[in-house]
């Protein structure tokens, strides 16, 4: 008992030595919610950093999808305190509380747009002097990412977005082979999906689905990892590639035994307002005057849309809510019941794997992330709600926002290929200097967000963004809040202007208690300083441009 108690403490004294003269990396326990069992590096990837000189922490996780015992045996020294470290990385970001001041991090910060819950997040960095790397601006000289689980998540939303179909079309009145897909965590790996894939296919082609929804169609939009990951799983079923033009003919007259599929690029789904040629230079410089025609020529044949398209706020949807409404309407007019027992299907879009997962972004009407533990909602056009009941009307839609994590291994190293060699240069950052002070290479360097205690030149603009988003969020809760009290039976004013006749005539106004006024200003500056003029808890303050 003895000598073993000597031995633990000789390895703890030996780590302490080691950590006080080496650059030491730390993984951090992911913490995001149950499913998260990735990591960063794998204990492949561990021991060759090791062997390059670097010591390596981990935190402890029995939920890590590689046991702990992995890392230790390649070298790595498991210990829940991380101080020691000079770097830290993980995938998901970590409570604001966990993080350890002066320290150079890693990880997927959701930051970028300025994301209203991760803004806490982005003060509480700052505020500890944190150097910030996020994977996610880890790109080459034109834009393309070089570190992404996307593959993994195209992989992931595929698998599921199958399982759905076939539980959708189950609730829809039709039974598929689909139902023996099961959601991809519940395979250890893509290999153990591929005969599963290979076994539909041949049911397809044997017993063929029923005219009311065969042929089954489906469309990916973009181009880049996520689709390709998705394409991947689909490229096992009996299919044909045809070109968006051609998908009305293969809704209304294609070969039941085989799916069909179209790829979408930005170059043929956007059309500039104008009518001016679409080019990749003039939409980066001018996306808002684009609108996107995939609504109009593909989504009214389009069976199951995989979503892999990267959106910011001035991009084109790829389908608003007014485009739901027309498509939920749109079933197969020359699809008439034949006999009892074969359902009409009201409409041609069944599903919808929204792999990106920007929340009412590009489908507009995906308002909210599913989980895995809860992977599909129907979202109803006719009353623009969402809800879980199958048996009702409504679009599947399935946007979980941590996909990779159901293939966690495969994932964990694939994602560590990619950052592997970028590595060494993440390890020369520190957190005492400005990045424009240090010797890093270009792809390091566009992904640092936060230097010094402040943003890095290239993301001052989550400042002015944020700002913007803060004073819109305010102005629509402030509207909503006035028409509330606005359906009651309280006296209602409405104030044109906000010179210097208003405050009195607010004051004389509000002397009753059941006089609510409403005040039309013309821009932000005023509606400020009235806040501070005015008595807003007897008035509602409602700012609205007129010009």
Request: some cysteine; glycine content about 6%.
């Amino acid at each position: 008992m003895l000598s073993s108690k000597l031995n633990a403490a000789a390895t703890k004294l030996r780590n302490v030595s080691l950590l006080r003269t080496k650059t030491t990396l730390a993984i951090r326990r992911e913490t995001i919610n149950v499913w998260e069992r990735r990591a960063p590096l794998a204990p492949a990837h561990v021991k060759q950093v090791i062997e390059s000189g670097v010591n390596v922490l981990v935190q402890p996780s029995a939920r890590r999808s590689f046991y702990m015992q992995e890392y230790e045996e390649v070298g790595a020294i498991i210990t829940e305190d991380l101080s020691s470290a000079t770097h830290i990385i993980g995938v998901k970001a970590p409570d604001p509380e966990e993080l350890i001041s002066d320290k150079c991090y890693a990880f997927f910060s959701h930051v970028i747009k300025a994301q209203p819950e991760g803004m806490p997040l982005l003060d509480e960095i700052i505020k500890k002097n944190i150097t910030l790397l996020d994977y996610e601006k880890m790109t080459n000289e034109d834009g393309q990412r070089n570190v992404a689980f996307g593959h993994y998540a195209g992989i992931a939303g595929m698998i599921n977005i199958l399982h759905g179909l076939g539980l959708r079309l189950l609730s829809l009145g039709v039974t598929s082979p689909f139902l023996h897909i099961g959601l991809a965590h519940n395979y250890a790996s893509v290999d153990q999906v591929i005969p599963v894939l290979h076994k539909i296919g041949s049911n397809l082609q044997k017993y063929k689905l029923p005219k009311v929804v065969a042929p089954l169609t489906f469309a990916f939009t973009g181009t880049g990892n996520v689709s390709q990951g998705a394409q991947s799983i689909f490229d096992h079923l009996p299919h044909e590639y045809i070109d968006p033009h051609d998908m009305k003919e293969a809704a209304l007259n294609g070969d039941p035994s085989k799916c069909y599929a179209t790829v979408l690029s930005r170059s043929n789904c956007m059309e500039r307002i104008d009518g001016k040629p679409y080019t990749p230079e003039d939409y980066a410089e001018n996306g808002d005057l684009y609108r996107n025609i995939f609504s109009e020529k593909v989504a009214p044949y389009t069976t199951c849309l995989i979503n892999g398209l990267y959106w910011d706020h001035n991009s084109p949807r790829v389908l608003t809510e007014e485009d739901g409404d027309r498509l939920f309407g749109m079933g197969s007019q020359a699809r008439n019941n034949i006999m009892r027992g074969i359902p009409q299907i009201p409409h041609k879009m069944i599903g919808i794997a929204d792999i990106s997962c920007d929340i009412g972004g590009s489908i507009e009407f995906s308002r909210e992330p599913t989980t895995v533990g809860n992977p599909f909602q129907l979202y109803d056009p006719k009353t623009r709600t969402t809800h879980n009941d199958f048996s009702r009307d409504g679009i599947m839609v399935m946007s979980i926002d941590n996909l990779p994590c159901q293939l966690p291994r495969e994932a964990t190293e694939f994602f560590g290929d990619c950052f592997l060699p970028h590595l060494p240069d993440f390890l020369k950052l520190t957190h005492s200097k400005h990045v424009s002070n240090q010797a890093t290479s270009p792809c390091i360097a566009r992904a640092i967000i936060t230097t010094e205690g402040g943003l890095a030149p290239d993301y001052k603009y989550i400042t002015t963004l944020r700002e913007e988003q803060e004073l819109a969020a305010l102005k629509e809760a402030r509207v909503a809040k006035t028409k509330a009290e606005w359906r009651t039976d309280n006296k209602r004013v409405l104030l044109l202007g906000s010179g210097l006749v208003a405050e009195p005539v607010v004051e004389y106004l509000t002397r009753s208690p059941d006089v609510k006024i409403t005040i039309d200003f013309r821009n932000a500056s005023d509606l400020s300083s009235a806040e501070s003029d005015l008595d807003t808890t007897k008035s509602d303050l409602d700012s609205t441009n007129s010009d």
